[in-house]
């Protein structure tokens, strides 16, 4: 795809997107940037628009790339089609004369023969024994070819060691060269003994006798190199013929349709990412602007009328840089080759880091120049050689696809991967007279065996070898990168540890990357393995980044990618509760935008009173669903008990004293009881006396009360609760709230 079309491509979808109806009702308003003003910050972003989706136009220009070569390929095809007709006439006419010469041959010899014997012996000369002189000669010339085909065969055993070693491919030229010399052999005989009938029965018929010596014609050479010509003509025309006849003959229509629609679908999926990308640039534009709004900046009212940018959870159509993809740049260009861990909660984004690190745009993640990149998903049960058979095969798919000098080996280890391929060879003879006849039958069958796991270990790692050192070759400092995600899915939990240990056997190679997502529970063991004793993760990943939970800004920053105008009181009650987790932060997003409607906007503290709500629900209803906590504990969350008993803070008390009858379950209920205390604070923070002073004041992390706390203290619930409890404490009275009652005395277990 040249600039040009990459251009036309930008301004018509950009086009689209200034008619968007989220877009329009935006820009109506005086003091946000007009569609003028966003068309020209656009053009000016454009490189890094186009980069994030880079990815998604590398796969339409590899389809519409392959489609205009089918495109060319059948029009060469449809061109060709007139001369590939006529050599299939001529075909057919050599073998047609061929046949005709031969039958002449055979006619010609029993009329001579016949005619010889009449004149010699003085007798007539009868149809019947012309007719079965030549069919003599006819089966001896067939004798004859056997005969010679026999000794060829046995003569090429005799002088090629590899044919007696059954080596497929030197019983192919054994059986080409048989071919050949017997059809040769024959066709000289046929042509020979063609001249010499012609001549000799042209002589008797005109002198009515036999040839004496040094009589004949001389042009009997001229049959003899005519009828050579035809055979000559026919066996050469075999050469030629590479379809069936009624194939050649049928119009060639080729279908392109399937290329056409996957190129198509690939366009279409290209536009729709630039869309997205652009939409997310555009809001982050209105947002940026509007911010410098007080009133609107600071607003406890949500009036929000449509978020389309919140359907989508993951979306990598505009990218939010993070300090977890700087560090992986950084690391990642300090290493030649090796492995590389994403550690982090479930849902903190490392599934989105691995696929803008892996993707080919030269956006936030660097250029499809400095690296050929494949994905796979990790299994849940698995299967060492399945994974490595998968692997294997989607490497050699992606190399295919970008057209490098290994694609022939990648498609033959293909073909090996998904091919239990089976190689025969038979050759036979036949030749018989009446009731009597010869057969001769030999064959040879040659069965490609599976590959075993430690061939396929070594095949996958020769070819990571093979295309890392043409990706550095062609351009120094470009690599192959191979990105797994989902390690944590692994069950049972010693299979991701397995599971290390089979796939470091290919981490070594050269300008080859590896780039995994592990669990936190597999990097904790491997930190605390004894000294002078490495865990399965120490010795197979080189280097640790660690993905942390957003940081407040950057939530702002990408909640401002999806809703425009999102005031900063909500942006903050959602990173409270969803304690910087990016999955977390659009779901609460989406859930608090579903209250609004056009006709009825919701106040900060009806928004918060339902989020609290839509949380306690989803605690309540993990009893009876197998979870650690006691059912009764878990049911004092239903809402309407919690608003019937003095509210949240009460019922924080009231879990710690329904759980202090247990060392167990005074663990869960201070666990619980911190829940309820952190929802609590919230409901009392997040209220229509939160002005622009306290925004601005909690928004720094210094403060002891800030949004950074509090989202902090939503992250150690359930994981520590003394420094919890001291956290919510300090919180609580940095906002000047009533302060919360101490842990109570640890229950020695019964």
Not at 56 to 70: G, I, K, P, V
């Amino acid at each position: 795809m040249t600039d040009n079309e990459r251009e036309k491509v930008f301004t018509e979808v950009l086009a689209d997107v200034l008619d968007e109806p989220e877009l329009t009702a935006s820009t109506n308003d005086a003091d946000v940037p007009s569609a003028g003003e966003l068309r020209e910050a656009a053009m000016d972003e454009r490189a890094s628009i186009l980069g994030q989706v880079r990815s998604a136009e590398e796969e339409y220009r590899r389809a519409a790339a392959a489609e205009e070569d089918h495109r060319r390929a059948t029009t060469r095809e449809r061109a060709g089609r007139g001369a590939r007709r006529l050599t299939w006439i001529l075909h057919r006419v050599a073998w047609g004369a061929a046949l005709l010469v031969t039958l002449a041959m055979c006619v010609l010899s029993g009329w001579s023969a016949e005619l010889t014997a009449a004149i010699t012996d003085r007798r007539p000369l009868s149809l019947g024994s012309v007719v079965g002189t030549g069919f003599v000669f006819a089966l001896g010339l067939v004798v004859l070819g056997a005969f010679v085909a026999f000794a060829t065969r046995w003569l090429f055993w005799l002088l090629s060691p590899a044919v007696r070693a059954e080596a497929p491919s030197a019983e192919e030229r054994r059986t080409a060269v048989t071919v050949t010399v017997t059809t040769w052999v024959v066709a000289l005989l046929a042509a020979s003994n063609l001249a010499y009938s012609a001549q000799a029965l042209t002589w008797q018929l005109t002198y009515r006798r036999l040839q004496g010596p040094g009589e004949s014609y001389g042009w009997w050479w001229w049959v003899f190199l005519g009828a050579l010509a035809v055979y000559a003509a026919a066996l050469l025309s075999l050469r030629r013929e590479r379809l069936p006849a009624f194939v050649e003959l049928m119009p060639e229509y080729i279908d392109s349709g399937g290329g056409r629609d996957q190129a198509a679908r690939l366009e279409s999926a290209w536009r729709e990412a630039l869309h997205e990308s652009l939409l997310g640039f555009m809001r982050a534009q209105i947002s940026t602007r509007i911010s410098t709004r007080v009133a609107r900046r600071y607003a406890t009212t949500l009036d929000i009328g449509t978020a389309p940018g919140l359907r989508r959870i993951r979306a990598l159509d505009y990218h939010v840089p993070t300090s977890a993809e700087t560090r992986l740049i950084m690391i990642s260009d300090g290493m030649d080759g090796g492995s590389i861990a994403l550690s982090g909660p479930r849902g903190v984004g490392k599934t989105e880091l691995l696929r803008t690190f892996c993707a080919e745009g030269d956006g936030a993640a660097r250029g499809a120049a400095t690296k050929l990149s494949v994905e796979v998903t990790a299994p849940v049960v698995y299967d060492r050689r399945e994974f490595m058979l998968h692997l294997f095969a989607k490497l050699c798919a992606r190399v295919t696809d970008a057209g490098l000098k290994a694609s022939n080996e990648a498609a033959r280890n293909l073909r090996q991967i998904r091919y239990l391929q089976t190689r025969s060879a038979e050759t036979s003879a036949n030749a018989g007279w009446g009731g009597w006849g010869l057969s001769v039958k030999r064959g040879t069958g040659h069965s490609r065996q599976p590959l075993t796991y430690p061939e396929i270990v070594q095949a996958l790692t020769d070819f990571l070898e093979l295309v890392a050192k043409e990706l550095d070759g062609a351009r120094p400092g470009r690599r192959l990168v191979i990105g797994i995600d989902e390690l944590d899915r692994i069950v049972p939990a010693t299979g991701a540890r397995d599971f290390l240990n089979e796939l470091k056997a290919v981490f070594d190679v050269p300008h080859c990357l590896f780039v995994l997502s592990v669990s936190d529970e597999a990097l904790r063991e491997a930190d605390l393995a004894p000294a002078g004793r490495r865990d399965a993760f120490d010795s197979a990943i080189d280097e640790v980044v660690r993905v942390e939970p957003l940081d407040h800004p950057t939530a702002v920053k990408l909640l401002d990618t999806r809703v425009i105008g999102l005031p900063a009181p909500f942006s903050a009650l959602f990173y409270c509760l969803s304690g910087g987790i990016p999955r977390d932060l659009l779901r609460t997003a989406r859930a608090a935008v579903a209250l609004v409607t056009p006709d009825r906007p919701r106040p900060l503290a009806e928004v918060t009173a339902a989020l609290i709500d839509r949380e306690l629900a989803r605690i309540a209803g993990s009893a009876g669903t197998g979870a650690e906590a006691p059912e009764e504990l878990l049911r004092l969350f239903q809402a309407e008990l919690v608003h019937a008993h003095g509210g949240l803070g009460e019922l924080g008390d009231r879990v710690t004293r329904h759980a202090a009858v247990t060392a167990d379950d005074a663990r869960l209920g201070t666990t619980l009881a911190n829940r309820a205390y952190h929802l609590d604070t919230l409901s009392r923070i997040f209220s229509a006396d939160l002005s622009r002073e306290l925004v601005v004041k909690a928004s720094d992390p210094r403060f002891p009360g800030s949004f950074p706390a509090l989202a902090r203290a939503q992250r150690e619930i359930g994981t520590t609760g003394t420094l919890t409890r001291s956290t919510l404490q300090q919180i609580r009275q940095a906002w000047a709230l009533p302060p919360l009652p101490p842990l109570p005395p640890a229950v020695p277990a019964r």
